[in-house]
C-alpha cells in the first residue's frame, strides 16, 4: 500500500495568513502515460462529511475559493491557503488515487 | 443535485453482521463508481470499498476482504455494503462516496453522503 504522510500535524495560522500542508507518497503517483499527478486534498469540518478541494494534485473543484491552491508532483506535495478565513478551520486530508487501496494521510487540523 | 443518502447502521455484537446502503439520486447513477469510506471515532479516513458504474468490478482494502460484499441494485439507484464477522474495530461512521469520473472506482470522490454509524460491541 502506499503510505500518505502529513505534516503538520496540526498547525495554528493567523486570520488572513497563509497555512502550508505538506503530503508525502511513500511511491510516486504521477502516472507517466498523461502526467498526471493522482493525488487529492479534502476539507473535513466537524460533524460533516469531507469536501474535495484538490484534484490532480492542483485542480481546483468546482466552486472552491481560489485562495486554496495545490503543488508538487511525485512524492511531496503541497495544500496552500493564501489567506486563512475563519471558516477554513477544519482538518485537511490528502489522498492518493495512483493505486487500490486508495490511502489517504492521517490529517491535519488547522486552527486560528 | 447530487445527493447521497447512507442508512442501515447501529449496534451490533462481534461476529454479527450488517448491511448500509447508500441511495444516490441526481445523477445518471450506471456511469459512475460508488465507494465506502469509514471514519473511527476520533480518526483519519479509510477507504473500504468501490464498486464500478457497471458493477462488474469490485474492489476492497485487505482487511475487510472475505467478511464484506459491495453491490449495487440499478433499479433503486441503491449501493450496498454486507458486513459479515464484524470486529470491534469495524467500528466507524461509514460514509459513501462517488468517483468524480465515470467508469471503474479509481479516481477521487466529489460527492459524499452525510455517514452512517456502525458500532460493534456486546
Known amino acids: 500500500d502506499i503510505v500518505m504522510t502529513q505534516s503538520p500535524e496540526s498547525l495554528a495560522v493567523s486570520l488572513g495568513e497563509r497555512a502550508t500542508i505538506n503530503c508525502k507518497s511513500s511511491q510516486s503517483v504521477l502516472y507517466s502515460s498523461n502526467n498526471q499527478n493522482y493525488l487529492a486534498w479534502y476539507q473535513q469540518k466537524p460533524g460533516q462529511p469531507p469536501k474535495l478541494l484538490i484534484y490532480?494534485?492542483?485542480a481546483r473543484e468546482s466552486g472552491v475559493p481560489d485562495r486554496f491552491s495545490g503543488g508538487g508532483s511525485g512524492t511531496d506535495f503541497t495544500l496552500t491557503i493564501s489567506s486563512l478565513q475563519a471558516e477554513d478551520v477544519a482538518i485537511y486530508y490528502c489522498q492518493q488515487y495512483y493505486t487500490t487501496p486508495r490511502t489517504f494521510g492521517q490529517g491535519t487540523k488547522v486552527e486560528i | 443535485e447530487v445527493q447521497l443518502l447512507e442508512s442501515g447502521g447501529g449496534l451490533v455484537q462481534p461476529g454479527g453482521s450488517l448491511r448500509v446502503s447508500c441511495a444516490a439520486s441526481?445523477?445518471?447513477?450506471?456511469?459512475?463508481?460508488i465507494n465506502w469510506v469509514r471514519q473511527a471515532p476520533g480518526k483519519g479516513l479509510e477507504w473500504v470499498s468501490g464498486i464500478s458504474g457497471s458493477g462488474r468490478r469490485t474492489l476492497y482494502t485487505d482487511s475487510v476482504k472475505g467478511r464484506f460484499t459491495i453491490s449495487r441494485d440499478p433499479s433503486r439507484n441503491t449501493v450496498s455494503l454486507q458486513m459479515n464477522g464484524l470486529r470491534a474495530d469495524d467500528t466507524a461512521v461509514y460514509f459513501c462516496?462517488?468517483?468524480?469520473?465515470?467508469?471503474?472506482?479509481?479516481?477521487?470522490?466529489?460527492?459524499w453522503g452525510q455517514g452512517t454509524l456502525v458500532i460493534v460491541s456486546s
Open positions: 462516496a462517488k468517483d468524480i469520473l465515470a467508469g471503474d472506482p479509481e479516481g477521487p470522490f466529489d460527492y
Open positions: 490532480g494534485a492542483s
Open positions: 441526481g445523477f445518471n447513477f450506471n456511469n459512475y463508481a
